[in-house]
């Protein structure tokens, strides 16, 4: 083997390796931004619907390349990323998302294949809060929920008027912006995020090579 392609599989595995450590921070805010959640739910009694899955139909649903990570570094781990690769490959970028899976039972619902790695978005939507010009944060809550249990939804927004700690959406995209400014900071349409992140471990992204010579 020449040096040439040693120093080529070294510079790769370190850089896998500065990816894991990314994933790593990003599955770490992921871990915190659960837990508030789960407070937030129990103190609201806000819920998805069961079954539901609605959101994840919508094809305007972005990501970072950041929030792809964990997903994609579990299907290189698990041998799974050819598969996904062809997969996104057949699939137009601005679709429904790639991981969405109908329920064959209940048509129009269904779930995430991959929930415990899902992105920032599709764990922030409904149990999160935005500000608006006022400096009011509020509750951001799907048509579907508020049509359901408007109630709840509007007794939320009162307990966060007053003080009631709720996920922050800014917040959380801030601290994944911080990890890595390029791979973090753009937004895709979900399936491309996915599409770059699963190039970028696989080395295989044009972004990824862009990168390494800048
Ligand atoms: S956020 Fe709304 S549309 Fe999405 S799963 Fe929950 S209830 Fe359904
Ligand atoms: S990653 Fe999962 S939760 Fe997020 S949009 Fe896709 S199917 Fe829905």
Redesign the pocket.
């Known amino acids: 083997m020449g040096i040439l392609s040693t120093w080529r599989i070294y510079i790769f595995k370190v850089i896998k390796m500065i990816y894991r450590q990314y994933a790593k921070k990003v599955h770490k805010i992921y871990s915190q931004l659960d837990r508030q959640i789960e407070s937030f739910k129990r103190a609201t009694g806000l819920e998805c619907l069961d079954p539901c899955g609605q959101c ?1 139909l919508n094809p305007h ?1 972005e990501a970072t390349i950041l929030e792809m990570l964990p997903l994609s570094l579990h299907l290189l781990g698990t041998g799974q990323a050819e598969f996904w690769l062809d997969r996104i490959y057949e699939r137009e970028s601005n679709t429904k ?1 790639i ?2 899976q109908n329920s064959p039972d209940t048509p129009h619902h269904g779930q ?1 294949l ?2 415990n790695k ?2 920032l978005i ?1 764990r922030l939507f409904n149990f999160s809060a935005i500000k608006n010009k006022k400096d009011r944060w509020l509750l951001v809550s799907c048509k579907r929920l508020k049509d359901s249990s408007s109630e709840k939804v509007i007794k939320a927004q009162e307990m966060i008027d007053n003080g009631l700690d709720v996920p922050k959406m800014n917040i959380y995209a801030m601290r994944i912006f911080n990890i890595n400014v390029h791979l973090g900071s753009k937004y895709y349409p ?1 399936n491309m995020a996915f599409k770059i992140a699963l190039e970028t471990v696989l080395m295989r992204s044009k972004f990824f090579f862009r990168k390494m010579a800048s």
């Open positions: 994840c649903v998302c991981f969405f995430c991959f929930y899902r992105a599709c979900i």
